[in-house]
Each structure stands twice: as C-alpha cells, then as structure tokens.
C-alpha cells in the first residue's frame, strides 16, 4: 500500500474511528485502525466487536492495498507531523514508513486479514433521517440519565421509540427519567435499545453544519447512524425496558415555576457541605413566593433561598443534589416548572414554555420521617 493524503483530513479521520477502538485488548489487533486504500480514497475502520465507526477521506492513492495499524501510535504520530501532505508506504514485510516533511516513523503493521469483519447489520432500509443539531438537543437532554448499573443492562442505553410521525427517547436509572420526543417523519415503527456509548460517540462526531442531516437505519439487532461523512454501527441492547409512561405521576398539587439559573446556584452553594462520604440530602421548602433550600452535614449548615411562583399547596421535598443539579442543567432553558404530586412522590420537572423534554426525579425521604 502507498497513499498520500492531506494531514488534517487523516488526522480527524484517525481521531473519530479511535472511538470504537479498545485501548487494551487481550487480541492486539483490536487496538489499532484498519486503513484501507482503494480507488481515489482511503477507508479508516475502528471496531470493538460491538461499536464499529468508518470515515472515508480523498487520498492519492500510488498503491491499493489494506493494513492495521495501532490506532494511539498513528494518532499521536500524525498529530505530530507537520502540516501538509502525509505519505504511508507499507512494504512486503509489513513495516509501515508514515512521512510528512522531513518527519519520518517506522512501525509495524498488522495485517488486515486478522481484523474482524463488521456484522452485515442488514439494516438497510433508512428508518428516519433528522437535522443533526436536533439530534444533538436530544442526547444533551438525555443521555445524562442513562443508568450505570450493568445489573439493568437495558438501562445502560436510551430507548428509541420510532413511530411515522414521532421519535421519542428516554433515558432512565431509577432515581430520575428523561423524555423528549419530536416530531420527525420516519419509514417504519420500531423501538430498539442504544447504548449510551454509542449515543455519546454519535454526538462527538455530529457536525457543526445545522443543515447537515443525520441518517438512522435500524432493525432489532443493529443501529446504523450516518453523518458527516462518518458511518457508525452498533450492535443494539437486548432485554426490557420499563414501561415508562406508567411511573409519570398524573395531576398535581404542587405547581412551582422556578428561575433555572438561580436554582442551580442555590444548589451548587448548598453542596459545598455535601460530600461522597456526607450524603445528607437538601431539605427544599416550596412556598407562597420563594423556595427555601437546607442542608446540614458533619461540614456544616446552610440555608438559602430564591423566589418563585406558586400554585397549590407548600410542600418540603428531599433531593439528591446531584440528580437534581443534572436535571436542572440539562434543561438547557430559562425557566422551568415543577409539578409535585406530595413529598414522597416523583417531581415532575417541565420546560415552562414548549415541550422539549419531561424529566422525572424521585424524592429523598428524610431519615427522621
């Protein structure tokens, strides 16, 4: 093999696939890169056995032919080159000569017959197709609700409902919910599993472009995402996802719409007392025309407070201050409300104007109730 290709395409080219490589592996061949040159172009490959991301840039290609490489050694190298052209020229034994200027690395290669062939995901009729920007509001609104707990494998990722009309995503973990849901015209219905990793990867490589489009081709067993020039393949998440929409409370006795911006300051000013070791939770007192938020731990004690508008009855509610911190943040608005059924039942946190999301977080019972 012996290409030339531009050094600022190879190098982006090299960071996204790097995505779905394995950093350590017990099979060496799955820490480097498949570089495959044919035509007028070369095709990267990063795969992990269960996340597969190619990109294929313009290439000069003197040679055809296909290697792996490792995938940190090429990163770092190629970043390191100066700028302008970089030539890869691999001989018959397999060493690898990686060129720009007078910059000149020797490595090994791999040979790409020990690389794993990516699945025929036989997903190949596109299921939907959305602005990436729009895509890109949905993973910032969700994907910080997605569990950790592998004990609950399908809620490590966020569900994908697809309808003709609508795509809904949820993400869950058991202490708090994320739904949003927009209206997009789709091929099929269908309801499949992503894995948050995915989901995460999928967003790094999205385009600045508000016109570009993102692509989804999908069937029970694979997820095919496209976009800029990149194709990332997943295998999906088997198993059952709650039935969400029956843990969303109906009804309220509670409205409070809050400012989200002093909210999170009050928040974040009360968690300097709170530690991984002193968990004690906030202690938030929603009344007439302000909210009053308390904590106290073995650090210390605070009280603080902001002012709000209020429908119904007060009520004093526990939270965690992270999950509620999260919640808030990833609300991305100016103001937001809070529908609270009493303090042991699940607040519901909505946008106050539009429908961008429905966030759910459960209260923190007071050890003294």
Same mark, same amino acid.
């Given at each position: ?80 080159? $100066? ?32 690389? $794993? ?253």
């Amino acid at each position: 093999m012996n290409i030339v290709c531009d050094k600022t395409l190879l190098s982006a080219a090299i960071d996204g696939v790097s995505k779905a490589v394995t950093l350590r592996s017990s099979i060496p061949v799955l820490e480097g890169i498949l570089l495959k040159a044919e035509g007028f172009q070369l095709t990267l490959t990063g795969y992990d056995l269960e996340m597969g991301i190619t990109k294929t840039i313009e290439a000069n290609v003197r040679e055809t032919g296909e290697i792996v490489l490792n995938a940190k050694l090429l990163s770092d190298m190629v970043h390191r080159m $100066p700028g302008g052209d970089v030539t890869i020229l691999v001989a018959d034994n397999g060493k690898t000569t990686i060129q720009s200027g007078v910059a000149q690395f020797e490595i090994q290669s791999i040979s790409a017959s020990d690389y $794993p062939d990516l699945p025929n995901t036989g997903a190949e009729e596109q299921t939907l197709s959305m602005k990436a920007p729009i895509l890109n509001d949905i993973i910032d609104r969700t994907l910080y609700a997605v569990s950790q707990d592998d004990k609950k494998p399908a809620h490590t990722g966020e569900l994908f409902e697809i309808s003709p009309e609508k795509l809904t995503v949820v993400a869950l973990d058991g202490y708090r919910l994320a739904i949003v849901e927009r209206d997009i015209a789709a091929s099929k219905e269908i309801r499949i599993i992503v894995p948050s990793k995915t989901m995460a990867e999928v967003q790094h490589l999205l385009p600045d472009d508000a016109d570009e489009e993102v692509y989804l081709f999908a069937n029970r067993r694979y997820a095919v995402f496209k976009t800029n020039g990149y194709t990332i393949m997943s295998r999906l998440i088997e198993g059952e996802f709650l039935n969400y929409r029956t843990v969303l409370p109906e009804g309220f006795r509670t409205r409070v719409t809050v400012d989200c911006k002093e909210f999170v300051d009050t928040i974040e000013r009360a968690s300097l007392i709170i530690t991984e070791r002193l968990k004690n939770p906030l202690r938030i007192m929603f009344e007439t025309d302000k909210v009053t938020v308390r904590c106290q731990t073995n650090l210390g004690k605070v009280v603080d407070e902001f002012g709000c508008k209020m429908e119904g009855e007060e009520v004093e509610i526990g939270f965690n201050n992270r999950y509620l911190l999260d919640a808030l943040r990833n609300a991305a608005c100016e103001k937001v409300v809070f529908e609270i059924s009493g303090p042991l039942s699940p607040v519901k946190i909505l946008p106050a104007d539009g429908k961008d999301f429905t966030y759910l977080v459960l209260p923190v019972r007071f050890k003294n109730d």
